[in-house]
């Protein structure tokens, strides 16, 4: 027999993980920053130094033109610099020095504050906390496949 998951912690859960976007789109918008600007600085802070586009859009979990849209603002106003390639389909993205700077101010500031609230978690805690972050969305991921099997059997 299956157990049953009461709804409320599915809804908690779903609370938690809307109530975190919303941090960071606060943050986002305290710093001067577009939600897809602030993400992009993020990802080019942590990865401190180039990505190409398609990996961008894998680590921001976001689709092709949403990144193409920002990246193309903020290579406007200096804060990017697109690369050919060797493919030339291609494009590396990395920070420019006045990106560079607006990083080390605005994303550097959300880094130390994530530090901060992490380490106030023990280190048992942290480490359950991204074992079982990990697994339940892995789990989700693969529960959720099922769905793309039901797409047209409801119509």
Request: proline share 1%.
């Amino acid at each position: 027999m299956k157990k049953k998951i009461p709804q409320a912690y599915l809804y908690e859960y779903n609370s938690i993980i809307r109530e975190n976007d919303e941090i960071y789109r606060e943050a986002a918008k305290a710093l001067s920053l577009s939600d897809s600007a602030f993400w992009i600085l993020y990802a080019l802070w942590e990865e401190q130094g180039a990505i190409s586009q398609s990996e961008l859009c894998n680590t921001l979990y976001q689709p092709k033109q949403t990144v193409n849209s920002a990246l193309k603002k903020m290579e406007r106003g200096g804060h990017v610099e697109l690369r050919e390639m060797r493919d030339r389909r291609s494009k590396e993205v990395a920070l420019t020095e006045k990106g560079k700077a607006l990083a080390k101010k605005t994303i550097e500031l959300v880094f130390r504050a994530e530090e901060k609230a992490y380490l106030e978690l023990a280190e048992e805690e942290q480490e359950r906390f991204i074992a079982i972050f990990r697994k339940y969305t892995d789990l989700l991921r693969s529960s959720m496949k099922e769905l793309r099997g039901n797409e047209n059997t409801e119509e």
